[in-house]
């Protein structure tokens, strides 16, 4: 699956997910009888504020450090952890062991609990989590990456020799949830660009002119203030499948940022679409998708902290902390889950 720089931050905290049992009744052991995951003097150390969904801060001493994965509950949650199958509602915020910088946010995404699709950190992350409930996982940075350099993975400023510190919240425990991703599309099974009928976007609006592959180029309104919420506007509508939620869906895009207009990501410089669930990105490219028409060409206008990667996030993919991002997709194909 390709990832561009840009999707970094969700889409490795979706990855590494993604590579029954239910909690018992006081939270000490799974359904099987297996003890939870033991705690330890690093993750019983940590302490954050914030609230789930927001900018959170590791408030602990640093550095942090474990030699093996340890799991702290920081808020007790209510009710079962998801049994095999199903799928359970996860904001995560990764901060650094070395000085406690938030080095990755990944907003609220759906997560199949299923053994065989966990990295084995995120299945024990999860196989006693509970709604509503806040954990603290310390962990050795090898673990997390396989051995792979970190900053392959967007993890800058640690070695696999430090340790991380990854906090959970747990949202809503899905009943129907399916352990399968969808399938995938060759490249002759997906259009070249947009097409379809093309309609004029609201007043305020960056405007798009195309070439003549479809590759879009992006200007920025002078004078217009970046917008604080979320802005999606449909300039090509198509009249291919719908996209439904946890499709696969395949895009080529382009991103600017507001106040500059400068590129910062494009999967149409790299020179091939990329592919991608629409559960494991950023609320700014999952509200562009889900319910679009493949042949549609969507403007998506994400505020840091509505859809975002949040401020922390921005900074360190070298941005300004309130820097508003602009995408232009084209999306190409679509797959639905089984």
């Not at 799974?30 to 939870?36: H, Y």
Request: hydrophobic share 35%; net charge negative; charged share 20%.
């Amino acid at each position: 699956m390709k990832r561009s720089r840009t999707l970094i931050p969700v889409a490795i905290a979706a990855a590494l997910l993604m590579s029954g049992c239910s909690a018992g009744s006081d939270g000490s052991a799974d359904a099987s009888g297996e003890s939870c995951l033991a705690p330890g003097d690093a993750s019983n150390s940590v302490k954050v504020t914030g609230e789930a969904g927001d900018e959170l801060e590791l408030t602990s001493e640093t550095p942090v450090s474990a030699k093996e994965l340890q799991r702290t509950v920081l808020t007790e949650g209510s009710g079962d952890a998801p049994k095999d199958g199903e799928a359970i509602a996860v904001t995560m915020t990764m901060f650094s062991g070395v000085d406690g910088s938030a080095m990755q946010q990944a907003p609220e995404s759906t997560v199949t609990f299923a053994k065989d699709q966990l990295n084995g950190w995120a299945y024990e992350a999860l196989r006693c989590a509970a709604p509503e409930q806040r954990v603290a996982l310390v962990s050795p940075v090898s673990e997390i990456t396989a051995g792979e350099d970190p900053a392959t993975l967007g993890l800058t400023g640690v070695t696999n020799d430090d340790s991380v510190v990854i906090v959970m919240d747990f949202g809503d425990v899905s009943e129907s949830a399916t352990a399968s991703e969808p399938g995938t599309l060759e490249s002759d099974e997906l259009l070249k660009k947009a097409e379809g009928t093309a309609k004029a976007a609201p007043e305020g609006f960056p405007t798009v002119k195309l070439a003549e592959d479809g590759e879009p180029t992006i200007t920025i309104p002078e004078g217009v203030e970046a917008p604080t919420s979320l802005e999606i506007a449909t300039i090509i509508e198509g009249d291919g499948e719908t996209v439904e939620p946890g499709d696969r869906v395949y895009v080529n895009y382009r991103g600017v940022i507001w106040r500059t207009g400068e590129e910062f990501d494009s999967s149409w410089s790299r020179g091939a679409p990329t592919d991608f669930l629409t559960t494991q990105v950023i609320g700014g490219f999952q509200q562009a998708l889900e319910g679009q028409k493949v042949g549609s060409q969507i403007i998506s206008v994400v505020p840091a902290e509505d859809g975002g990667y949040g401020a922390a996030g921005l900074e360190q993919q070298g941005h300004q902390a309130d820097d508003v991002m602009v995408f232009v997709l084209d999306i190409l194909g679509t797959v639905h889950a089984e």
